[in-house]
């Protein structure tokens, strides 16, 4: 029988490339878990609201069910009323009956009044963002909730959210953002720069966070890079030599919103990343102004 020789050092390569390969595709795999985690979960607060749509209050007790579609895990269903007393809370029903309209989290983020606001505007559903303890940890980890409005069929409404653990930031997350911010800065002008810098707000969190620009290029506004406020950013490029913030007022004239791929550092970061911001045009006391926020792609 023909023996075949392979040297050490050539089985060690392939053995190592194969391990790399398994690896890669269980990260690439977590990752995509990761991203359809934020469409699963609204789909989960959507059926819920459903629910009590139909059922109203008796359809509480379908929430607290442990092992049930509602209740599995780390996912469950939470339910309000629009004042902030809380009916569900499947992990601890004794809590039930609480008021948690001043709810804040480790940043004195104030989330109770967050989620009513939410319920409160036109839409009546979206996403927040805070830092909160996983059970049984001390130390606080980003966690992003969807919630919406819905009406029971006595005619009482009622809030019903869900939230996971170190989800990604999504396109939808960011959008969310910046058309908040617009409605902040269309009705208190330029007032609200101080409510947008304010780290207790919705609108920073992970490495997302709300920058303005006026339309002759003077950034008016960087929370992660405050020293660039008040310069003519017009002819930045980055490493690829693209006019990332030319472009950002283009698509802003003449869209009047969209989604713009550039090279830029993390807040506290040198090195530059992939990132893909969302920009919309705004009029702030009378004037054009662009209001962008974006996610880092890597």
């Not at 810098?197 to 709300?210: C, M």
Request: hydrophobic share 40%; net charge positive.
């Amino acid at each position: 029988m023909l023996k075949v020789f392979i040297p050490r050092f050539v089985f060690i390569v392939f053995a190592s490339m194969i391990i790399y390969s398994l690896s890669y595709a269980e990260n690439l795999d977590t990752k995509v878990q990761k991203h359809n985690a934020a469409t699963e979960l609204k789909s989960f607060v959507e059926r819920g609201a459903v629910l009590i749509a139909e059922k109203g209050e008796k359809a509480f007790d379908a929430f607290r069910q442990k092992g049930s579609e509602w209740f599995h895990d780390d996912r469950y269903a939470f339910v309000w009323d629009m004042n902030g007393l809380r009916y569900v809370y499947p992990p601890d029903t004794k809590r039930e009956g609480e008021q948690v309209r001043d709810l804040r989290d480790v940043d004195d983020k104030a989330i109770g009044e967050l989620i009513i606001a939410i319920a409160l505007s036109k839409e009546g559903k979206g996403w927040m963002h805070y830092r909160w303890p996983k059970p049984g940890e001390r130390a606080p980890s980003w966690k992003s909730t969807y919630v919406m409005k819905v009406q029971s069929p006595s005619g009482k409404a009622f809030i019903i959210g869900s939230g996971a653990y170190d989800m990604p930031v999504q396109k939808s997350f960011v959008v969310d953002a910046v058309d908040s911010a617009v409605k902040l800065l269309e009705h208190e002008g330029s007032k609200a720069f101080d409510m947008l810098r304010d780290k207790r707000s919705q609108y920073l969190y992970q490495d997302t966070y709300v920058f303005v620009i006026a339309d002759d290029g003077i950034k008016l506004l960087n929370v992660a890079f405050p020293k660039l406020e008040g310069q003519n950013v017009i002819d930045y490029k980055d490493a690829d030599g693209n006019y990332f913030v030319r472009e950002f007022i283009n698509v802003a004239k003449n869209k009047g919103h969209g989604w713009v791929d550039y090279q830029w550092p993390k807040p506290g970061g040198v090195e530059t990343s992939k990132k893909s911001t969302y920009v919309r045009k705004a009029i702030v006391d009378g004037k054009m102004v662009v209001v962008c926020a974006g996610l880092y792609r890597d």
